[in-house]
């Protein structure tokens, strides 16, 4: 995982994300401890749902439902068209 600080660095570019990690005193380990940590408080709790949609995600408006209903009709749409009933 490249940190948030350094997006701007390439996969490539590793010796940069290794120069940054020793700049500011941090080992590999401590930047991914660091980085699960923050997974483990930022993502959703639930991120797997449960059967019979137990765990679904709540919308908070009625129209982002109807829109993303839309949107999911559009692409199958767009899919038969593109590639016949399979």
């Given at each position: 995982m490249i940190p948030a600080c350094c997006?701007?660095?390439g996969?490539?570019?590793?010796h940069e994300l290794?120069?940054?990690l020793i700049a500011h005193?941090?080992?590999r380990s401590?930047?991914?401890d660091h980085a699960l940590k923050w997974f483990n408080q930022t993502w959703e709790k639930d991120l797997w749902y449960r059967f019979h949609g137990e765990n679904h995600p709540k919308y908070?408006?009625?129209w982002m439902k109807i829109?993303?209903?839309w949107i999911n009709i559009v692409l199958?749409?767009?899919?038969?068209?593109?590639?016949?009933?399979?």
């Open positions: 997006r701007s660095i996969v490539t570019r590793t290794e120069n940054y005193q941090m080992t401590s930047a991914n908070r408006h009625w829109y993303r209903e199958r749409l767009k899919f038969v068209i593109y590639f016949g009933f399979i």
